[in-house]
């Protein structure tokens, strides 16, 4: 299974501990150096997604100033797909790396040293 950009960010957001929604918008756009600015109707979304595929779970709910917060956790079965996703990522980030570095022209140098 490969996680959409929504899922990966907000995995990898839990990933660092119980979450409320308010925090997971703030923290993925803080940790993608904004580049995932998830509007609150996609970031439900997801989570509902991510719930019923036991890659999260609710963990509880608390009201603030008259609203009610509801916390995230990741299960292992998140943690196992986040790592998964993860070196996927880095295996195709090795490859593009080492794609360029073959495709940059080196520099010509003469034969000894004299151009």
Same mark, same amino acid.
């Given at each position: 299974? &490969?996680?959409? &950009? &929504?899922?990966?960010? /907000?995995? @990898?957001?839990?990933?660092?501990? #119980?979450? $409320?929604?308010?925090? /997971?918008?703030? =923290?993925?756009?803080?940790?993608?150096?904004?580049?995932?600015?998830?509007?609150?109707?996609?970031?439900?979304?997801?989570?509902?997604?991510?719930? &019923?595929? %036991?890659? /999260?779970?609710? %963990?509880?709910? =608390?009201?603030?100033?008259? *609203?009610?917060? #509801?916390?995230?956790? /990741?299960?292992? @079965?998140?943690? %196992?797909?986040?790592?998964?996703?993860?070196?996927?990522? =880095? *295996?195709?980030?090795?490859?593009?790396?080492?794609?360029?570095?073959?495709? #940059? !022209?080196? !520099? $010509?140098?003469? *034969?000894?040293?004299?151009?």
């Amino acid at each position: 299974m &490969s996680l959409s &950009s &929504s899922a990966f960010w /907000i995995l @990898t957001s839990l990933a660092n501990g #119980r979450r $409320h929604g308010y925090q /997971i918008l703030r =923290e993925t756009a803080l940790l993608s150096d904004g580049a995932a600015r998830l509007k609150p109707t996609t970031l439900y979304a997801t989570l509902e997604r991510l719930e &019923s595929k %036991d890659l /999260i779970r609710s %963990d509880g709910q =608390e009201v603030v100033d008259g *609203r009610a917060r #509801r916390y995230y956790r /990741i299960t292992e @079965t998140g943690i %196992d797909l986040l790592t998964a996703e993860t070196r996927a990522l =880095e *295996r195709s980030v090795r490859a593009a790396r080492a794609g360029l570095s073959a495709a #940059r !022209p080196r !520099p $010509h140098t003469a *034969r000894w040293g004299v151009a």
